[in-house]
């Protein structure tokens, strides 16, 4: 779901030393503008790094301060939560308010954002450790790989008395001097169309879905870790070249390396010190529902969040996790409703509240050029690949960011979403021809600009527009 920056002494110090001006400029790097968000979950970020230096009894006390954004779409709520993620190297898990409903009628429970965060954590640490352990499995399946390539030749008892003569010992040295050619062989490529015989295991166990008393939920069990005498450790020879084969042994031999109870107890410790959810959509559970339709009490779906965001203990497949210390972000529009609508419960749980603004014009030009993942960076790299030079004029950025600030005043404010719909409407053709493109050489100005918008737009109404 996310990518996280390894963890590393080096990182860890780097972070502990960050104030939170620090934070917010880096993520001024991915996100523009909003700047009360970007202090408010940069000194939430901080305060963890100063829990961690108190003393044991007192910081168990100490419970993060909940944020509630609030803002329209596309504005950076998601994307502010997700950088800090990445930042503090935290496990991360997104979510919508509205998918979990009361127990009884269609949905999840929510004790499932936890056991998802978990996984989430778990696959996180053994990233991690699979860094760490990479080099030594490689040399270990490059050893099996020559092995299968060269077998070393089976030992006699008369050789093996021979052994202690000269004759024993040069057969043993012309062995050596073979392998590693084959060894160097190996390492440069000019073995890999080659044919090997490995032997794999059969993973192919059925998975069953548990119905319990917290809701349904899929979990994959391994019927040979419950009946190991039954099924035993199935193999079976498969011929495969040797670049398939050096993949192969190195996930083999990653897995024997990797101590899997040591990844669970830094995964869970990680979940709950550092795991960070974000809550999208809270706005939806705001107030009781009200038309048609069946009953789903909205109140009912706030209660049944509450005791997680409180603090409580979620039973998982990895044992029980504690949700004390674990951030909670939740985000919503509150177009129709307002944060006041929530039952105070909840409010009291989240109590920095911080209002992200309408994204101007400047914000939008600002967006296409100076994030590290700006729109017009990508553009420009992708169209590259295929020998394209594409550039943009500053006043073709500013008609771009003119007219998406436009549609957005009259259709469904979507945010800096609507830039991704118009950026490819104006480079479709361009896109579309790739390298039969006879210009190479692509310079859009901002009289393109108006000409393919007023392509667009033409004979339709605005206000219906799609983009």
């Known amino acids: 779901m996310v990518f996280y920056l390894p963890e590393t002494a080096e990182n860890a110090a780097a972070l502990d030393e960050m104030t ?11 996100v523009v503008g909003q700047p009360e968000a970007k202090r408010s979950v940069a000194v939430a970020l901080r305060n963890r790094m100063r829990r961690q ?16 954004m609030i803002g329209p779409t596309g504005v950076g709520k998601t994307e502010i939560a997700r950088r800090l993620a990445r930042l503090a190297n935290s496990p991360f898990l997104k979510v919508e308010a509205s998918r979990f409903t009361e127990v009884g009628y269609v949905g999840r429970d929510v004790e499932s954002m936890i ?6 954590s778990i696959d996180m640490v053994r990233e991690e450790k699979l860094d760490e352990v990479a080099e030594k499995a490689e040399q270990n399946a490059e050893e099996r790989l020559l092995d299968l390539l060269l077998p070393p030749p089976p030992i006699s008892r008369h050789e093996k008395q021979a052994g202690e003569n000269n004759e024993g010992a040069t057969a043993a040295e012309q062995f050596q001097r073979t392998r590693e050619k084959l060894r160097a062989q190996l390492r440069e490529g ?4 080659r044919q090997v015989e490995v032997e794999v295991r059969e993973r192919n166990f059925p998975a069953f879905e548990i119905i319990s008393s917290q809701g349904i939920e899929e979990m994959d069990i391994n ?12 193999t079976k020879k498969r011929k495969m070249r040797v670049t398939e084969a050096m993949e192969y042994l190195i996930q083999e031999e990653e897995n024997k390396l990797i101590d899997m109870d040591q990844v669970t107890r830094t995964a869970v410790d990680r979940t709950e010190q550092s795991g960070i959810i974000f809550i999208d959509e809270i706005d939806k559970i705001a107030g009781r529902e009200h038309g048609h339709g069946p009953e789903v009490s909205r109140e009912g779906v706030q209660r049944d969040i509450l005791p997680i965001v409180e603090g409580t203990t979620v039973n998982t497949r990895y044992g029980m996790i504690r949700t004390d210390h674990i951030l909670f972000i939740a985000a919503g529009a509150f177009h129709v409703s307002k944060p006041s609508d929530l039952i105070p419960e909840l409010q009291g749980r989240f109590p ?18 100076e994030p590290k993942s700006a729109l017009v960076k990508q553009y420009i790299a992708l169209l590259e690949t295929e020998g394209i030079k594409l550039s943009f004029t500053d006043d073709a950025l500013e008609g771009i960011a003119e007219f998406a600030a436009r549609v957005n005043e009259q259709t469904e404010n979507i945010g800096a979403r609507r830039l991704h719909t118009i950026m490819e409407k104006l480079l479709d053709e361009i896109s579309f021809e790739g390298p039969d493109l006879k210009k190479k050489i692509v310079r859009i100005d901002n009289a393109y600009v108006q000409k393919q918008l007023a392509e667009i737009v033409k004979n339709q109404d605005l206000s219906r527009y799609i983009l």
């Open 20 to 30: 939170p001006r620090q934070i917010v400029a880096e993520l001024d790097k991915h």
């Open 53 to 68: 230096k108190l003393p044991e009894d007192l910081a168990e006390d100490i419970l993060p301060k909940n944020i509630i």
């Open 115 to 120: 056991r998802d965060l978990v996984e989430i």
């Open 190 to 193: 000019k073995l890999d169309e």
């Open 223 to 234: 019927i040979k870790d419950m009946l190991p005498g039954l099924f035993g450790q199935k």
């Open 352 to 369: 920095i509240r911080v209002e992200l603004h309408t994204l101007s014009v400047q914000d939008f030009i600002r967006i296409l050029k």
